[in-house]
């Protein structure tokens, strides 16, 4: 039969921090995960480009990460017009 | 400022280096700094591998020895990366890391056990080897499974139309995984096929055996020594109905395949622990839309057995295919790119790559919350 360490050995633990991606997935992008990818990819690109102003010197328009609505009302501008 | 996860990065400075055959030698050349690396703190342990394998045991060894608790209970962390070779049991102990990372360059390289003999075998131990090796295999395929099926969940869930109707019910399943094949060479896809002809196969006895249990009463409160007898003989009712128009005796072959019937159901049987704590992580994602309405007006307690009568049978299905599937990659060569490890399950992420991770997912969300932070 199987080793006893298998048995003995800890399952996997639940990974606390997978949790609230999936809560954050179901709540805010009704279990779109591609959604929610594109919408942090997103918010990343913003967040250096400002990063980047902000090093520069310059202005740094970006700086204010847009809410998570108006994320997907862009991304779904581009995917759908 | 991006937010770094370090339970989800590669860490140089607490690495090390698993190149070249895994021998006992290596192993033991490899404990002292385990040692060292555990004592200075139980951050994660970055386990870097170009290797075409070896022996199964010692790459268990060398993954219990970094994993072990320390006088206080604390256990490191195991990040692998493979950065050249992973073939055979380093193949294993690569997707057996808490996080698995591929370098794009990498080769993944499946087979089952092996043994090398230099004397000559007599029938007797033949058998015996080929009942080790079998056992080793399951033991192998069911590790596998437990630490692939997390990362599976979340590539399936990727497959947009294939998930929505894996959704509406487990009959879906088929479905999914020939979106999944898409992502595989043609050989390899082979493998995601037949993973889905063994599950069925799986189900229908488990299906034959529930059936045949549910005409006894009170089962569910029966012994184990009661039960497992009554399992045997529902599977040798289920074997003889099969094979009703064959000339099929138990004598022959049939003793054979209830005994395999038997161990299947009760090796997958005995994973359901890890499938009720993986529900409540990712159940929600197998929900339908409507479901998730309803679920999201649920309590904590009410939305645990929403997802028991909602998600359990989908997720149930998906455990059985990739257990299928871990098991076939123990029974003949197959090799893997890093994206094709990433769609299998094997790592969870292929460095330079634009396959999402759940480092991506859970870093961005910790530096958003971070920038919120700030004043």
């Not at chain 2, 385990?34 to 994660?44: F, N, Q, V, Y």
């Not at chain 2, 006088?71 to 962390?77: A, E, H, K, V, Y």
């Not at chain 2, 090799?335 to 990433?342: D, I, S, V």
Request: contains cysteine.
């Amino acid at each position: 039969m199987l080793d006893k360490r298998l048995e003995h050995e800890q399952a996997p633990r639940v990974d606390k921090r997978l949790a609230r991606v999936v809560r954050i997935i179901v709540e805010q992008y009704d279990g779109d995960v591609k959604a929610f990818v594109d919408s942090i990819r997103y918010r990343a690109e913003v967040n250096r480009k400002a990063e980047a102003a902000s090093d520069d010197g310059g202005e740094a328009p970006l700086r204010k990460c847009p809410s998570t609505t108006k994320i997907i009302g862009r991304i779904s501008s581009v995917h759908y017009s | 400022m991006p937010v770094h996860d370090k339970d989800y990065r590669e860490n140089f400075e607490r690495s090390l280096f698993l190149t070249g055959k895994i021998t006992q030698e290596a192993a033991y050349a490899l404990s002292p700094r385990i040692k060292e690396l555990r004592a200075a703190s139980g951050d994660p342990i970055t386990l870097y591998i170009d290797s075409p394998g070896g022996s199964s045991a010692v790459a268990e060894g060398i993954r219990f020895l970094i994993k072990a608790p320390d006088q206080d209970g604390r256990r490191c962390r195991l990040i692998t990366v493979v950065i050249g070779t992973a073939a055979s049991a380093a193949a294993d102990l690569l997707a057996l890391g808490d996080y698995a990372i591929a370098e794009p360059q990498a080769d993944i390289l499946y087979h089952g056990s092996r043994q090398a003999f230099e004397q000559l075998l007599t029938f007797e131990g033949a058998t015996s080897v080929a009942a080790n090796l079998q056992e080793a295999n399951e033991r192998l395929a069911l590790r596998l499974a437990r630490s692939s099926f997390r990362r599976i969940i979340w590539r399936v869930v990727q497959l947009k139309d294939a998930i929505e109707k894996f959704r509406d019910g487990p009959e879906g399943l088929e479905e999914l995984v020939e979106a999944l094949t898409v992502k595989f060479t043609p050989g390899n896809a082979m493998l995601l096929r037949e993973a889905i002809a063994k599950q069925k196969s799986l189900q229908e006895v488990q299906t034959a055996a529930d059936n045949y249990l549910k005409k006894r009463k009170n089962v569910a409160q029966w012994p184990t020594k009661q039960l497992e007898p009554e399992l045997v003989r529902a599977l040798v009712d289920y074997r003889s109905r099969l094979h009703k128009e064959d000339d099929w005796l138990l004598s022959r072959t049939g003793m054979r395949e209830v005994a395999s019937d038997f161990n299947l159901i009760h090796d997958y049987a005995s994973q359901t622990k890890d499938l009720d704590a993986q529900l409540e992580v990712y159940g929600s994602l197998f929900l339908t839309q409507a479901q998730s309405a309803e679920f999201k007006s649920k309590s904590e307690e009410e939305g645990k057995v929403y997802l028991e009568s909602h998600a359990a049978d989908k997720l149930e299905v998906l455990w059985y295919f990739v257990v299928s599937l871990c098991r076939l990659l123990q029974t003949k060569d197959y090799r893997l790119t890093p994206e094709e490890a990433y769609w299998l399950g094997v790592v969870d992420e292929v460095t330079g790559s634009s396959l999402q991770s759940d480092r991506e997912m859970i870093e961005m969300i910790l530096s958003t919350e971070s920038a919120t932070r700030k004043p």
